[in-house]
């Protein structure tokens, strides 16, 4: 009998594979920022014409690895299929524990959520952020869960997930560890005591990558100073406080003005020598944590968050009373409002909320309301109205996606084709053009595919010997000088047009005692909005 019902249950997994790598097929795959694009031009040797290793994001490890698989065949875009893979093998464990589960009932829509409310969603805006919990939730959830074995193929692919989820992006690998906070606490409430140590290994682990990475990166002669000065940027960029009110007492003694701030926090541009490690290192350690505006949070929260799903959520509150109790709905609104706080604690700004935070609040908080947590179901049967309107929420943020993506991706390669046949000999330089964005285009290399553009150095590959490499290979020794040159042109949205100006303005007139006039020579028009193409011409 159990044989038989082991094999039923492989079948079922097997046709879910299917269904997942189908998915893959179809759908419109897509980078949703361009850390990620950088990231992988960077492993693939885009910049410094070899395969890198280096990383201000991921672990040591992890870049180690992509540039030993890049060596190998440097034409297959492996940043891209590591990540992919990440969400493919969370999904199928995730879909592997509600298959063994009891209730199939409940166990069959998570089913529906993991596919329609993550799996999709991930994989059409996917980025290192959303790997990282996607893959340090299923990994969690999953071992947490289970009897660990040392037999026991899923238990290793759940501490598998669980390392590359730290090693990607630790402090999403933290978030997906406070969603499973009522897991926890409900293990306890069972006594279940053994869910202590499994936790306490977990920690264990955690810390040696983290202690790893960071020895591994300050011993390293090419990376140590740039990581460094980057972490500690970093730090103050993440800092709720960062804004000019909080950090006016430092501004004097840093020698910084307003403008550099916004060059800073934008895209981390080319400061002055003013800026020494060892200032930002002082400044970041004593900013007080506590002085933030508490006001820009909540209105954030409801600007960014789409309408779907909020009804979704609200769906999930209304399954979680009427299917497990008042006692299920009132642990699910405390994690709720914890998660929240915490949000607020952290941030305090509306920054956060990005693609990968809002599909991670989303994921996190939807897959609890459907977590038994030790408990029984009161109703006999699942609540049809909230599980209908939470389906055609998720259906229809997928409607939204497939669409908003493939016009990304025909504006995109409008761009492409406009730059690649009126300017082939012109450097670009994009500053919230985001090129890259669904750059995911084919299992190529991006390096491969984007031979014919000359792009400058941008973010943070500018503080890089990444970033300076490709200014060499291009006959630069500086940005500032690449940005000056006469065939170089800047690429910008046309609503950023009076931001751009003034900011690159005041820098040059600032720190180079140079005015400089923009010249706008080009328009490109595509399906999503129009961009400017931009020289600097320098005055006398």
């Not at 264990?204 to 020895?215: A, C, L, P």
Request: hydrophobic share 50%; charged share 15%; net charge positive.
């Amino acid at each position: 009998m159990l044989r038989s019902q082991l094999f039923y249950r492989k079948i079922k997994l097997l046709i879910y594979s299917v269904i997942l790598l189908f998915l893959l097929l179809i759908l419109p795959l897509g980078f949703e920022t361009n850390d990620d694009i950088g990231m992988e031009l960077a492993f693939s040797g885009y910049y410094s014409g070899q395969p890198e290793y280096g990383s201000l994001f991921t672990h040591y490890l992890f870049g180690q690895i992509l540039q030993w698989l890049y060596q190998i065949k440097s034409s297959i875009n492996w940043y891209g299929c590591l990540l992919l893979s990440l969400h493919f093998f969370a999904s199928l464990l995730l879909i592997w524990k509600c298959i063994k589960s009891d209730d199939l009932k409940v166990s069959s829509f998570i089913i529906v959520i993991v596919i329609l409310g993550a799996y999709i969603n991930f994989v059409m805006r996917f980025n290192f952020a959303t790997v990282a919990y996607f893959s340090g939730f299923a990994g969690l959830y999953y071992a947490l869960d289970c009897t660990w074995s040392i037999k026991s193929k899923s238990l290793w692919l759940s501490f598998i997930l669980m390392v590359c989820s730290i090693c990607i992006r630790p402090h999403f690998f933290i978030l997906a560890s406070i969603f499973l906070l009522p897991h926890f606490f409900s293990k306890l409430w069972n006594r279940e005591f053994i869910i202590i140590k499994k936790v306490g290994l977990i920690v264990i682990v955690f810390v040696v990558f983290k202690i790893s990475n960071h020895i591994a990166y300050s011993q390293d002669k090419v990376w140590g100073s740039y990581y460094q000065k980057y972490n500690s940027m970093l730090h103050l960029l993440d800092n709720p406080t960062f804004n000019l009110y909080y950090f006016g007492p430092f501004i004097d003694w840093v020698e910084w003005t307003e403008n550099d701030f916004q060059l800073f926090k934008n895209f981390y541009f080319e400061l002055p020598s003013k800026m020494s490690l060892d200032k930002l290192t002082t400044i970041s350690k004593n900013i007080p944590r506590d002085a933030m505006d508490f006001n820009e949070f909540y209105p954030a929260l409801f600007h960014y968050v789409p309408i779907s799903f909020m009804i979704a959520l609200v769906a999930g509150c209304l399954f979680s009373f009427l299917y497990y109790g008042k006692r299920h709905l009132v642990i699910n609104l405390v994690l709720l409002v914890f998660v929240l706080l915490f949000l607020q604690f952290l941030t305090g700004n509306k920054y956060i909320f990005k693609d990968r935070m809002i599909y991670s609040l989303y994921l996190g908080l939807l897959m609890n309301y459907f977590i038994p947590l030790g408990m029984h179901p009161k109703a006999q049967r699942l609540p049809s109205l909230p599980l209908i309107v939470l389906t055609l929420s998720m259906v229809s943020v997928i409607f939204k996606h497939v669409y908003s993506s493939n016009v990304l991706k025909k504006s995109l390669k409008q761009i492409e084709n406009h730059l690649t046949q009126q300017y082939p000999n012109n450097f670009i330089f994009e500053f919230y053009c985001y090129y890259p964005n669904s750059g995911f285009k084919n299992w190529e290399s991006s390096a491969i595919q984007m031979k014919q553009i000359k792009f400058l150095p941008m973010g943070w590959i500018m503080n890089t010997p990444l970033g300076a490499k490709h200014l060499e290979r291009m006959g630069f020794s500086s940005l500032n000088q690449a940005l000056l040159h006469q065939n170089t042109l800047h690429i910008i949205p046309i609503a950023f047009k009076k931001a751009y100006i003034n900011l690159m303005q005041e820098y040059y007139k600032e720190y180079n005692c140079l005015k400089i006039q923009f010249q706008s020579i080009d328009t490109i028009t595509t399906l999503e909005q129009d961009w400017l193409v931009l020289k600097i011409n320098v005055l006398d």
